[in-house]
Each structure stands twice: as structure tokens, then as C-alpha cells.
């Protein structure tokens, strides 16, 4: 198969063919993140606690930001906000390195052979690793404190993997772009801290104006953030409207983010 062809066909089986190759660079990747320091993994299940501490106390206590009308739990805005936040890490961990991923595996470039298209697909394998230990402690955490959670915590897996297909897209066309623009990588960084507060990570999107709220759902974030919240805490059914055209427009980003990775690739070894 040429290595170039940016079909849909081609983006689904370079991913399936290199399945195993991408799984131990992951586990690589994972564990030399934490190689040398004194507790090792297990700061994977800190650092998610640690801010969602910091961020619970600074917007639940100083700001008394709310979920519902009435509602002065605590636990329950600490839930509600790590749901949010899980969606915006896994969003930002890839988005912010993949500017620099080819960059900095230059070595890769001067192989043929290698597939440089599963490069995003590593990190994004690394983020969904923490990811699943933040969405491990989210469910320990409401099983303790409010019982089993809801049965349409089932269908997080449907709301979940179309954007995990935008992700995909996004870090395909971020990936070729910072070869050729080295500034893309500060933009992306800017960027990304803007999301975070113009989505409804912090604050419920009812809490807007209803002037401004459209402002707010045009951000590719609101979408997942909210379907995520109605399914795991809300226990409320995703407007199948709603998640079908997620599906379609996160499937179109992601081969038109490949299409463009492999229609650029060409130029990589000349400019790096």
C-alpha cells in the first residue's frame, strides 16, 4: 500500500496494522515519564487529585461558583468539575505536544519505514492511560460518596470516542504544520489556556448570559463536556441528534487532519 495515500481506508488500517508497535510506545512513553522520580506511577493518581483540589477550592469557595439552583455541595461540584476537567486534559496533553512531535523525532523522518502517522496516536494512547486512571478515581469517588453511578455511564465509551477522532485530526494537521511554522507550537499553547476557560469546565453554561452562550457552544469542547457530564453524573441520554452529528463531523476532522499529514509528509526530511 502506498505509504502516502491519504484515504479514510488507509487512516483505519495504518492504525490497526500498527496497533502493537503504538501499545509498547505508550507504555514506553508512560513509564520513562516517571522514571527516577520517588513514587513513580503513582503520580498519575496524584496530579489529577491535586488539581482538582486546587480548582475545587478556588471556584467552590473563593468564586462560589454552583452547578444547580440551591445546590451548596461541595462533592457535588468536586464530581462535576473533574468530569470537565478529564475531557479538557486529554484534549490538551495531545494538542500541545502535537506541534512538536516530528520536530522532535527527527530520527523517525529519515526512516521509510517507519510510520510517522501513528506519532499522535502514541500520545493520545498515553493521555487515554491517565485518562482512565482520572475516570477510576471519578467513579471511586461517587460510589463513596453518592453509590453506584448512574446506567448511562454506559454510554460513555459512544461519547468519548468520536472525540477522541478530533483529537486524532487535530494532532494529524498540528503534527505537519509545526515543521513548516516553528511558531505554531506557542500559538496552540495560547490557544488551549483560552478553551479552558471558554468552556463549561468551571462554571455551567446556564451560568452565561444567553447573548453570550452561543460564543460558548461553538467551542469543539462544550459538546463532549456536557455529554459526559449527563451520562456519568446528570444521568441523562445524549440527544441522539446531537451525538450522531458529533460522530460525522469528529470522523470528517480526523481523515481530513490525515489527508493533510500525508499530502505534506513529503516535504518533512527537506525542511528538518
Not at 178 to 183: E, I, P, S, T
Amino acid at each position: 500500500m502506498d505509504n502516502f495515500s491519504a484515504t479514510p481506508r488507509r487512516m483505519l488500517t495504518t492504525l490497526w496494522h500498527n496497533r502493537n508497535l503504538m501499545k509498547t510506545s505508550a507504555k514506553r512513553e508512560v513509564l520513562g515519564r516517571y522514571r527516577g522520580s520517588v513514587i513513580g506511577i503513582f503520580w498519575s493518581f496524584l496530579n489529577p487529585l491535586l488539581m482538582l483540589a486546587v480548582y475545587t477550592v478556588v471556584f467552590s469557595v473563593v468564586f462560589k461558583a454552583r452547578w444547580g439552583v440551591g445546590s451548596e455541595s461541595k462533592t457535588e461540584f468536586a464530581l462535576v468539575l473533574f468530569a470537565g476537567l478529564i475531557i479538557f486534559n486529554i484534549f490538551a496533553e495531545c494538542i500541545n505536544r502535537a506541534p512538536g512531535l516530528i520536530i522532535s523525532n527527527v530520527n523517525y523522518v529519515k526512516k521509510i519505514v517507519y510510520p510517522l502517522e501513528i506519532l499522535p496516536a502514541i500520545t493520545l494512547l498515553s493521555a487515554m492511560f491517565h485518562a482512565l486512571i482520572s475516570f477510576s478515581v471519578w467513579f471511586l469517588a461517587h460510589a463513596l460518596f453518592f453509590g453506584v453511578p448512574h446506567a448511562t455511564a454506559l454510554f460513555l465509551p459512544f461519547v468519548i470516542l468520536p472525540f477522541l477522532m478530533f483529537i486524532m485530526g487535530l494532532s494529524w494537521g498540528l503534527a505537519s504544520l509545526g515543521v513548516y511554522l516553528r511558531d505554531v507550537s506557542q500559538i496552540i499553547g495560547v490557544i488551549t489556556s483560552v478553551l479552558m476557560f471558554m468552556s463549561p469546565i468551571f462554571y455551567p453554561a446556564s451560568s452565561l448570559p444567553e447573548k453570550y452562550r452561543v460564543l460558548l457552544y461553538i467551542n469543539p469542547l462544550t459538546p463532549v463536556i456536557e455529554m459526559t457530564r449527563d451520562v456519568l453524573y446528570w444521568g441523562k441520554l445524549p440527544s441522539l441528534y446531537v451525538l450522531g452529528a458529533y460522530w460525522v463531523i469528529t470522523a470528517l476532522i480526523a481523515w481530513l487532519g490525515f489527508a493533510w499529514f500525508q499530502k505534506t509528509r513529503k516535504g518533512f526530511s527537506d525542511v528538518l
